[in-house]
């Protein structure tokens, strides 16, 4: 418990800093000699984040990159329990084409965070990265890095790839979590190819690119049967705040009373007797759709209304945008809102993060 918060505190969304030498150093041979000469590891996020003239605190404030020492001396101040580890660079490695090198970057990735951090200390836990370019090799870094790696699941891309999350071609992937009993992220990030790729402004760009990656991701999951064909399957959706799910429930409502989809008998799928809103949220109620979020969301107390408070979890968000005293003050002022409850309160700080992170077995 923070003893300066009094409150129990899971971080389920915080973010390394990749070191693309010590990743490139976990490559197999021919490979870690062309990425030596190139000294990248990844494609950019998009072309919307280097064109711009933006700062964000940390480069303000000209601090440095943040590694285990500053991610432990974080947890130690905020008095956070433990934080599940995402990328940074990374988020874009659906961007990669060649289907053997998303193989072994993201092989070598996972190996990389969990000798760096996952080994250092249990407070520290990893979402791995799998090759989603080749489902059958996804599969198998799925289960080597939850079985072998220890680590809790894996990040899909909300952006990138070259069909949306729902599709076909990925339900080997989803087969193999709901087998395993581990979780799965869909984590905001990139933004082109959003319809913001020639916004000269970049705080629009940002705002909406995060959520709208979800929003489609989410409803061409849930149209498609995915949580019906694989009834263990936990998704989270993560960095791009709550309103964009009352967004979606509205509009999925209003759509489907109106629009008549033929489903095949035997297939899954929301069908038209039923109800998207409440089909939704009974995947809430049955704790196998999340949302991550931080404390400022303004709609937080309607979306609690009118879907309860299972889905939502803190996510810090560390060391991307925020800083120490940042997110103790969100905290504090979280804890001291009236809005909420004290049971919705230690969902959003740590119940429903214990809850999505558990592995299923």
């Known amino acids: 418990m923070s003893s300066t918060l009094d409150t129990r505190i899971i971080d389920g969304d915080g973010h390394i800093t990749e070191d693309e030498p010590g990743i490139i150093a976990r490559m197999e041979p021919s490979y870690r000699r062309i990425a030596e000469q190139n000294t990248l590891v990844f494609p950019p996020l998009d072309h919307l984040h280097a064109g711009r003239a933006v700062e964000t605190p940390p480069r303000r404030d000209g601090r440095p990159l943040v590694g285990p020492k500053g991610w432990l001396n974080f947890l130690d101040d905020v008095g956070i329990d433990w934080t599940v580890l995402y990328p940074t660079k990374a988020l874009a490695y659906?961007?990669?084409?060649?289907?053997?090198?998303?193989?072994?970057?993201?092989?070598?990735?996972?190996?990389?965070?969990?000798?760096?951090?996952?080994?250092?200390?249990p407070r520290f836990k990893g979402m791995a990265i799998i090759p989603m370019q080749d489902p059958e090799e996804a599969v198998k870094e799925?289960?080597?890095?939850?079985?072998?790696?220890?680590?809790?699941?894996?990040?899909?891309?909300?952006?990138?790839?070259?069909?949306?999350?729902?599709?076909?071609?990925?339900?080997?992937?989803?087969?193999?979590?709901?087998?395993?009993?581990?979780?799965?992220?869909?984590?905001?990030?990139?933004?082109?190819?959003?319809?913001?790729?020639h916004m000269n402004m970049y705080v629009p760009v940002h705002a909406l690119g995060h959520p709208w990656g979800l929003v489609v991701n989410c409803a061409n999951i849930v149209y498609n049967g995915v949580f019906d064909r694989y009834p263990k399957v936990r998704i989270a959706f993560l960095e791009g705040g709550i309103a964009w799910l009352l967004f979606l429930l509205e509009r999925l409502h209003a759509s489907h009373e109106t629009h008549f989809q033929y489903i095949p008998d035997g297939?899954?799928?929301?069908?038209?007797?039923?109800?998207?809103?409440?089909?939704?949220?009974?995947?809430?109620?049955?704790?196998?759709?999340?949302?991550?979020?931080?404390?400022?969301?303004?709609?937080?107390?309607?979306?609690?209304?009118?879907?309860?408070?299972?889905?939502?979890?803190?996510?810090?968000?560390?060391?991307?945008?925020?800083?120490?005293?940042?997110?103790?003050?969100?905290?504090?002022?979280?804890?001291?809102?009236?809005?909420?409850?004290?049971?919705?309160?230690?969902?959003?700080?740590?119940?429903?993060?214990?809850?999505?992170?558990?592995?299923?077995?």
């Open 94 to 121: 659906g961007n990669i084409v060649s289907l053997d090198y998303a193989a072994v970057v993201c092989r070598a990735y996972n190996d990389w965070l969990s000798d760096t951090y996952l080994k250092l200390d």
């Open 267 to 361: 297939e899954f799928g929301i069908r038209e007797e039923d109800d998207p809103t409440e089909y939704i949220k009974k995947l809430i109620d049955d704790g196998r759709l999340y949302l991550g979020i931080e404390t400022e969301e303004l709609t937080m107390p309607f979306a609690i209304k009118t879907v309860g408070n299972r889905p939502f979890f803190y996510s810090s968000d560390f060391p991307h945008e925020v800083t120490n005293e940042s997110c103790k003050r969100d905290i504090r002022e979280l804890m001291g809102s009236n809005e909420i409850t004290a049971d919705d309160k230690a969902a959003l700080l740590y119940a429903n993060a214990e809850r999505f992170y558990q592995r299923l077995t």
């Open 142 to 197: 799925l289960t080597r890095a939850v079985e072998e790696l220890g680590m809790m699941g894996a990040m899909m891309p909300s952006n990138g790839l070259p069909q949306p999350l729902g599709s076909k071609t990925y339900w080997p992937i989803y087969h193999e979590a709901d087998r395993l009993g581990c979780c799965l992220a869909v984590h905001g990030g990139v933004h082109d190819r959003f319809g913001l790729d």
